[in-house]
T-cell receptor
Framework: DAKTTQPNSMESNEEEPVHLPCNHS???????IHWYRQLPSQGPEYVIH???SNVNNRMASLAIAEDRKSSTLILHRATLRDAAVYYC?????????????FGTGTRLTIIP | NAGVTQTPKFQVLKTGQSMTLQCAQDMNHNSMYWYRQDPGMGLRLIYYSASEGTTDKGEVPNGYNVSRLNKREFSLRLESAAPSQTSVYFCASSVMTGPYEQYFGPGTRLTVT
């Protein structure tokens, strides 16, 4: 089961940090956690991914729990442009052909 | 560098008509994917091509066929459109299958009446 669990929606004030949670309690040792976001009327956009260690890039940080059953996407300083649906995705290894399985995501609203 | 391009952007079909959605990428990626997104839902994988010359079914392949024409192009064909295929279709590519970033096109909005 490739299921991850995210809140349906969240709100945050502009210029404040945002922490988007994700539960993936049945994750196996070789599964990666990916985050994508989708702005209105656009295709999804890669944000970040990781396996075990916390990861940082220019867009965000990914904090992965020690037991890997949950993770948190951190946007350090939200802007209006960050308003989007954020998808937490677990890639299930299938003979090397790992595929993305999208859920319904978290709709993030940024309040000016 | 256009990334992933899709044509057409919009299409309206009558039930039973056929059409082909085109996708091309200029990033020299090996793997390409077709997804559909129904209103208020996440994306679901229809078909993918791990490398030129190979295609495999995803989660919802029924009613669709695909062709990996060459390394750049991956097309999706609806042989006999049905209203249940009304959706937004996204093409994506990645350097290869696995934990690699997928780059998505802008989507094709298809309505079947």
């Amino acid at each position: 089961d490739a299921k991850t669990t995210q809140p349906n929606s969240m709100e945050s004030n502009e210029e404040e940090p945002v922490h988007l949670p994700c539960n993936h309690s049945t994750i196996s040792g070789t599964d990666y956690i990916h985050w994508y976001r989708q702005l209105p009327s656009q295709g999804p956009e890669y944000v970040i991914h990781g396996l075990t260690s916390n990861v940082n890039n220019r867009m965000a940080s990914l904090a992965i729990a020690e037991d890997r059953k949950s993770s948190t996407l951190i946007l350090h300083r939200a802007t209006l442009r960050d308003a989007a649906v954020y998808y937490c995705i677990r890639t299930i290894s299938n003979f090397g052909n790992e595929k993305l399985t999208f859920g319904t995501g978290t709709r993030l609203t940024i309040i000016p | 560098n256009a990334g992933v391009t899709q044509t057409p952007k919009f299409q309206v079909l009558k039930t039973g008509q056929s059409m082909t959605l085109q996708c091309a990428q200029d990033m020299n990626h090996n793997s390409m994917y077709w997804y559909r997104q129904d209103p208020g839902m996440g994306l679901r994988l229809i078909y993918y091509s791990a490398s030129e010359g190979t295609t495999d079914k995803g989660e919802v392949p029924n009613g669709y066929n695909v062709s990996r024409l060459n390394k750049r192009e991956f097309s999706l064909r609806l042989e006999s459109a049905a209203p249940s295929q009304t959706s937004v279709y996204f093409c994506a590519s990645s350097v290869m299958t696995g934990p690699y970033e997928q780059y998505f096109g802008p989507g094709t909005r298809l309505t079947v009446t």
